[in-house]
């Protein structure tokens, strides 16, 4: 058997040892600079989210502000901007108006959202059209442009020192404005426009102002003539000038009344005051206070507790005068009067207690004393 001698002890090999803080670090900063992208990252999509909100509330709530001053105009078609010149400065309504006539609530107050001070306007680019503008003025200018994303057309601002507005459904020449009234837009502001067609409006109503419709400065004449019967409901028309009519027909008349014109009565006519007329045909009764007749009445009875007087007398009937008959000449059947002083009286029957006269000439008499 053969023996070997022991061959030395080798020690084992080592690998040489990782540095584990060396790749801590590496790991440390990379995920530090993992981090910061998704910092950054997340900071501009919120910074987007945010300006996009900014953007969303000041169109809409210019929108809803030229909303409001269209309906205004259209409810009340008497108001300034309709008669509101071509080519001059707009004109500004106040936000209390919008309040009155419950198109806009007082708690919204004069800001938006984003603190820009809202002012509301009326402009006439051209007849028969006014435009309604909505303007939200404010120090910085928007972060981006109005889009279809912010859920609201007709709005928009301006693009650098360009006088152009654009933003959805909007491309509005803002330079005749700023012409008109300096500064009126800058690219600090947020618009909304609407419009008010006025040739379709103007022609559903009767006004109680004269309406220019079309801006030439004359008051449109379909738009103040009425084309249907006109039911007062039992109200009153008051405060009336001049009423020309082609047939009239009135309950009662009351007041002093003066009739330059024929006066045709079909019914009966009762006068409590003075009464001028030229020429008057009553087919009914007349009772009168007074009448001062210059021309012809033709009535079939005549009952007047005052004064008649007047030039001609056509009577069917019976004439009763508690006062003075004044008449030029009087054709009736039977007359009753106190004093009586005509210049010639022609009736089949006279029924006379006394009379006084300087001479009395009579062709017959019948029951006549000896």
Avoid: K
Avoid at 307 to 325: C, E, P, Q
């Amino acid at each position: 058997m053969a023996f070997h001698a022991a061959s030395p002890a080798v020690p084992a090999r080592r690998l040489p040892r990782r540095s584990h803080r060396g790749l801590g670090l590496w790991d440390a900063f990379l995920a530090a600079g993992v981090l910061a992208a998704m910092a950054a990252w997340g900071g501009q999509l919120a910074g987007a989210w945010i300006e996009g909100r900014v953007v969303t509330g000041e169109a809409r709530t210019v929108a809803e502000l030229a909303r409001a001053g269209r309906l205004l105009v259209e409810g009340d078609v008497g108001h300034a901007g309709r008669t509101h010149g071509v080519g001059t400065a707009p004109l500004a309504v106040a936000l209390a108006d919008l309040e009155a006539a419950n198109l806009r609530s007082p708690l919204l107050g004069g800001l938006t959202p984003a603190r820009r001070v809202l002012t509301l306007w009326l402009w006439r680019p051209a007849n028969g059209t006014v435009v309604v503008i909505a303007r939200a003025r404010g120090e910085v200018p928007l972060p981006r442009l109005p889009g279809a994303e912010d859920g609201v057309t007709g709005v928009g601002a301006l693009l650098g020192t360009g006088t152009r507005l654009r933003g959805p459904g909007l491309d509005f020449d803002m330079a005749p404005l700023n012409g008109a009234s300096a500064s009126f837009a800058t690219a600090n502001d947020v618009f909304a426009l609407d419009h008010v067609a006025l040739d379709v409006t103007c022609r559903s109503y009767l006004y109680r102002t004269p309406v220019d419709c079309d801006g030439d400065g004359v008051p449109d004449t379909l738009a103040n003539t009425m084309e249907t019967a006109l039911n007062m409901g039992d109200n009153d028309i008051v405060g009336a000038g001049n009423v020309t009519a082609a047939t009239a027909a009135i309950g009662r008349l009351e007041g002093a009344t003066e009739i330059t014109d024929a006066l045709t009565v079909e019914g009966e006519l009762s006068v409590d005051g003075a009464t001028v007329m030229q020429d008057v045909t009553v087919s009914g009764a007349l009772a009168a206070t007074d009448a001062d007749i210059a021309g012809t009445l033709t009535v079939p009875d005549l009952v007047a507790t005052g004064a008649v007087s007047g030039a001609d007398l056509t009577m069917d009937g019976i004439v009763t005068v508690s006062g003075t008959a004044r008449l030029g000449d009087a054709d009736v059947d039977t007359l009753n009067v106190e004093t009586l002083n005509v210049r010639q009286l022609s009736s089949d029957r006279a029924d006379i207690t006394d009379i006084f006269a300087d001479n009395v000439t009579a062709t017959s008499c019948t029951g006549c004393g000896p």
